[in-house]
């Protein structure tokens, strides 16, 4: 069901803007609008389905939390 | 991207101080209250003021040098094409990835405070559509509608903080630095890291009618958004005391409700609500405006609007699937958040500048 309202919403979006990039011949526009159209949906039906989404915030915990830490150490 | 799009100083100075307070004065008082205890005023007040004042101060020097562009577009010219085009993809990164947990901030708050019946994508849609709507009409039409808005956010503001004189107490802020001036640069992190969000300039500045009056505008900005953050943060610590505050999730909606004026004046957290929604709203139109030009700009697209509606797709699927639940969002807003926002907002601006510094030593050739 869910799905379906999604397809729909893409469908439509992609309906709005494509007609006047490709009047315009705006390739550019087009190409990259594509291709983050692309990632978006993939994203979407990834995060709709609960597959596992890359997650940036453990990324950036990773990296990050040592200097948390320190910051931790010195002001305590 | 249209070029002609212009603002006054004034716009940005209220578009600034709107997209930072909004959240600010709901999240940093029990964040700072939590380190500094009852010093949480002099934190929010003192110290990350200065830190404002230094990051803005940053921008000014950095963003004068190219008045005409943003930080994705010139920082390939001050550090090479490779480095600054890594530095670009970082900060587009850097705002839809902030921007994504504002719009978690905004349905988070909405769900625990208001309507726990409802679920949390129906927030988090409602407000990426509008701000959708927003940026693709541009930066003028930002700037106006925020206009209008925050007249209504201080009147409602100083309203609430009006009608608790009664029962402010300020022998909570008594003794003064009780341990020493450590826990207070520890609770000014956070809201340094908020005061931080100026950052935006860096995307915005060439949209400005008097770019030589940007200095102005910042340290202007910064200095309004520390009134308003102390003020709360003030008024909280000064109600509840400061054990209470740090143990509140938003005192700002408990001092609201706190609110009661010869039993008929009651229930003002509805005013919280209107500021809210409608605050939050101009502050992820922001950012995004801010995603969707950097995008656009480090393609090298004219028109930025086909952009729009992928990006807000993205950041919508990220801003339900960043955190598990609310507690997960605020440990990290007070824990990584600060070193991880510094590096952005104060790290790589500086390190722009001084390889900008020495470059342009003799005078930039134009």
């Keep these: ?76 | 991207m249209k070029k002609d799009e212009k603002v006054s100083s004034t716009q940005m100075i209220f578009l600034l101080v709107t997209t930072i307070t909004v959240t600010g004065f709901l999240f940093v008082p029990s964040i700072t209250a939590q380190y500094a205890s009852r010093d949480g005023w002099i934190s929010v007040g003192l110290a990350a003021t200065l830190f404002g004042i230094l990051v803005a101060l940053v921008y000014t020097r950095l963003g004068l040098y190219f008045p005409e562009k943003s930080v994705v577009e010139y920082a390939p010219e001050i550090i090479g094409k490779f480095g600054g085009r890594l530095i670009g993809l970082l900060y587009i990164f850097f705002f839809i990835h902030i921007n994504a947990i504002i719009v978690r901030e905004f349905g988070d708050f909405l769900v625990t405070a208001f309507l726990p019946e409802t679920p949390l994508p129906v927030f988090n849609t409602v407000v990426v559509l509008l701000a959708a709507f927003v940026v693709s009409n541009g930066m003028e039409v930002l700037c106006r509608m925020n206009q209008f808005l925050f007249p209504l956010f201080v009147a409602a503001f100083v309203f609430i903080v009006f009608l608790l004189t009664e029962d402010v107490n300020f022998g909570n802020f008594l003794p003064l630095m009780e341990n020493g001036i450590k826990p207070v640069i520890r609770g000014s992190l956070v809201p340094g890291a908020w005061r931080g969000e100026i950052v935006l300039i860096l995307m915005f500045l060439p949209f400005m009618n008097q770019p030589r009056e940007a200095g102005k505008t910042l340290v202007g900005a910064v200095l309004l958004i520390g009134f308003f953050l102390t003020l709360t943060t003030a008024t909280s610590i000064a109600v509840f005391g400061p054990l209470l505050t740090q143990n509140m999730v938003f005192p700002i909606l408990e001092l609201a409700r706190y609110v009661s004026l010869g039993r008929f004046l009651e229930r003002l957290e509805a005013v919280v609500i209107i500021v809210w929604v409608a605050g939050v709203t101009v502050k992820v139109a922001a950012f995004y405006l801010a995603a969707v030009l950097g995008t656009a700009q480090w393609l090298n697209i004219k028109d930025y609007r086909p952009l729009v509606y992928p990006v807000g797709l993205i950041i919508l699927v990220y801003s339900m699937a960043l955190f598990e639940n609310s507690r997960e969002l605020v440990d990290f807003l007070a824990t990584v958040f600060v070193p991880y926002a510094y590096l952005f907002e104060l790290g790589i601006p500086m390190g722009l500048l001084a390889v900008a510094l020495v470059r342009y030593r003799g005078g930039r050739k134009q």
């Design chain 1, 1 to 76: 069901m869910i799905i379906l309202v999604l397809i729909i919403v893409f469908i439509g979006i992609i309906a709005l803007e494509t007609p006047v990039m490709l009047k315009n011949r705006q390739w550019r526009e087009l190409a990259a609008f594509g291709v983050l159209m692309l990632g978006a949906m993939v994203l979407t039906f990834a995060q709709v389905l609960g597959l596992p989404l890359p997650n940036p915030t453990s990324g950036i915990e990773m990296i990050f939390s040592p200097v948390a830490d320190m910051i931790k150490n010195i002001l305590s």
